[in-house]
Nanobody, 116 residues
Framework: QVRLVESGGGLVQPGGSLRLSCAAS????????MGWYRQAPGKSREAVAT???????NYADAVKGRFTISRDNAKNMLYLQMNSLKPEDTAVYYC??????????WGQGTQVTVSP
């Protein structure tokens, strides 16, 4: 059974930074494209950034230039460095396999709140 555990969220002022982590267990983490997703209140979950098994990243336009996705296949870890945070980045952030691959059970997510 694959398990995903997200951490690193919190309350930060606009312009601040956070680093999210995702620990994956029970699956062949290193062969899949992985992604970070977010869901704001009243909105659908959306992909924020993805990274292939070979560490090629792709970003949603809303976060391009501010967020950096990375992975450590040896540790089964996925990261999201978020800089220059904006109030509209406020959401619960989740990790999972990339879109179209087939999601594993979602973790509990980690709350990111950007507010003065």
């Amino acid at each position: 059974q694959v398990r995903l555990v997200e951490s690193g969220g919190g309350l930060v002022q606009p312009g601040g930074s956070l680093r999210l982590s995702c620990a994956a267990s029970g699956g062949f983490f290193n062969i899949y494209t992985m992604g970070w997703y977010r869901q704001a209140p009243g909105k659908s979950r959306e992909a924020v950034a993805t990274i292939t098994s070979g560490a090629s990243p792709n970003y949603a336009d809303a976060v391009k230039g501010r967020f950096t996705i990375s992975r450590d296949n040896a540790k089964n870890m996925l990261y999201l460095q978020m800089n220059s945070l904006k109030p509209e980045d406020t959401a619960v952030y989740y990790c999972n396999r990339g879109p179209g691959i087939g999601y594993v059970p979602w973790g509990q997510g980690t709350q990111v709140t950007v507010s003065p």
